[in-house]
């Protein structure tokens, strides 16, 4: 302790004595204020950089939070749009296998085709196989349709050809729908059977499509003559001239 006041001592005389020191003494407490400032202010720009990034930081987070639960929230629209077009995908796809299937069906059977058999619904809606492959019998297929009018123009003349048969060929009717009532009336009034082509069965070789149509298939069953439409004054001739009968003109 005594050590200590003289040293203090020893100082203020020095001081009193020097006032250059004592200048220099005073000099050196703004300096460290101003070191001490520095100091404080790079903290606190330290301080303001590290919020600023942490704010940055959290601000993309949230931002990357938002877009995530964005597309988790666009997600079923996505997945509903891709169905939406995947079905799409499908129809066109099974629409465009119809349309070829139907095109390839109503192609017209070559002279000289095979057609050994027909499946057929009767008028009582009986399921019967009609064999074209007969011994020494030729077979008119006529496809008709209750409503067309060309059928009912040709329908006097077919007829004839029916009745003119002898036992040397048939005459059988086809056609594509179901008769009802009405139908079954008009049907009546034709001198042959008329059969429905069975649905249910593939293609079976005889088109649908163009009524009124005239087939000969010959006892080996195979197409042999086609004619398509009403009968012209050159179709009658060449009926006429190939089952060896003599046809009325439609409108006598």
Not at 169 to 183: N, P, T, W
């Amino acid at each position: 302790m005594p050590t200590r006041r003289i040293l203090a001592a020893n100082a203020a005389l020095t001081e009193r004595g020097n006032p250059a020191l004592a200048t220099a003494s005073s000099d050196r407490r703004p300096l460290l204020s101003d070191k001490r400032c520095s100091l404080q202010w790079t903290r606190l720009s330290l301080c303001s950089r590290t919020q600023c990034y942490i704010s940055r930081s959290m601000e993309e987070t949230m931002s990357k939070l938002l877009n995530k639960r964005a597309l988790l929230g666009a997600l079923p629209t996505v997945l509903l749009a891709a169905s939406l077009m995947l079905n799409l995908a499908q129809y066109w796809n099974s629409t465009s296998k119809a349309s070829s299937s139907r095109v390839t069906t109503q192609v017209l059977p070559a002279v000289g085709q095979e057609l050994a058999s027909l499946h057929v619904i009767t008028s009582d809606g009986r399921a019967i196989s009609l064999p074209l492959r007969t011994s020494g019998k030729q077979t008119v297929l006529y496809v008709l349709s209750p409503t067309c009018k060309w059928c009912k123009l040709n329908q006097k003349t077919i007829n004839s050809l029916s009745q003119q048969s002898n036992g040397r060929f048939q005459v059988i009717g086809l056609m594509a729908q179901k008769a009802d009532s009405e139908s079954k009336k008009v049907l009546s009034s034709y001198a042959f059977p008329v059969y429905t082509v069975d649905a249910t069965v593939p293609y079976q070789g005889v088109p649908l499509d163009v009524t009124p149509r005239t087939f000969v298939v010959s006892p080996s069953g195979h197409v042999a003559k086609r004619w398509e439409g009403a009968y012209s004054d050159v179709t009658l001739q060449a009926i006429a001239a190939f089952l060896h009968v003599e046809l009325p003109q439609p409108h006598d």
